[in-house]
């Protein structure tokens, strides 16, 4: 156990709905990672916070957004979603914003657009 | 720009036998390398990391990886596999804007 959570650990939906992932990094962890997953893209970097800021953005796409509250946990929200957008979605958490940093990933959250 | 290829999507190795994964990065600053594991249906875990000092660096589980800069590559070895090694691996080294940069990802798998 990382101590990373993610919620929901799978989610279905339709095509143009939203859908908002939770995470919540561990204790004392300020600083948050999103990562994609598929199949024919691989591991893709999306956004990461520190400390309620954004503070690197990756391929993230514009129908995407996400925020880091005060409480350190973040959402990570998917827009007009596309049958493209299945994937497993990672939020991973570091102490710093150092790259040296482990990052600790939770388990997934499995989003399916059918 | 830094990038990292991971040499061949599968690898298949017999219980018992040296297991070699292969990274080749390239990076305009010295990297930070990193090797994490991907068990079933798990997030990723770190197994090692080089940052500087040591070339040769240990991990987790018997894992160990070195750092060769004339090479551009930071393979990962470990002597004998086990059965509960097989799981995908990712390489990735540190870029300047903040983020790391993933490797394909190579699947092990484990012959008994």
């Known amino acids: 156990d990382s101590g990373v959570t993610q919620t929901p650990k799978h989610l279905i939906t339709a095509t143009g709905q939203r859908v908002t992932l939770r995470c919540s990094p561990r204790?004392?962890?300020?600083?948050v990672y999103w990562y994609q997953q598929s199949l024919d893209q691989g591991l893709q970097f999306l956004i990461q916070?520190?400390?309620?800021?954004?503070?690197a953005k990756g391929n993230i796409l514009e129908r995407f957004s996400a925020q880091q509250f005060p409480d350190l946990h973040s959402e990570l929200n998917l827009s007009s979603l596309e049958l493209g957008d299945s994937a497993l979605y990672f939020c991973?958490?570091?102490?710093?914003?150092?790259?040296?940093?482990?990052?600790?990933f939770g388990p997934g959250t499995r989003l399916t657009v059918l | 720009a830094q990038s990292v290829t991971q040499l061949g999507s599968h690898v298949s190795v017999s219980e018992g036998a040296l297991v070699l994964l292969r990274c080749n990065y390239s990076?305009?600053?010295?990297?930070?390398l990193f090797w994490y594991v991907q068990y079933p249906n798990q997030g990723l875990q770190l197994l090692l990391k080089?940052?500087?000092?040591a070339t040769l660096v240990k991990g987790i589980n018997g894992f160990e990886a070195e750092f060769k800069k004339s090479e551009t590559s930071f393979h990962l070895t470990k002597p004998s596999a086990h059965m509960s090694d097989a799981a995908e691996y990712f390489c990735?080294?540190?870029?300047?804007?903040?983020?790391?940069?993933w490797g394909a990802g190579t699947k092990l798998i484990i012959k008994p």
């Open positions: 991973a958490s570091s102490g710093g914003t150092g790259l040296y940093n482990e990052q600790f």
């Open positions: 204790s004392g962890d300020l600083s």
């Open positions: 916070y520190y400390n309620g800021e954004e503070r």
């Open positions: 990076s305009s600053v010295p990297p930070y």
């Open positions: 080089y940052t500087t000092g």
């Open positions: 990735a080294v540190s870029a300047s804007n903040y983020q790391l940069i």
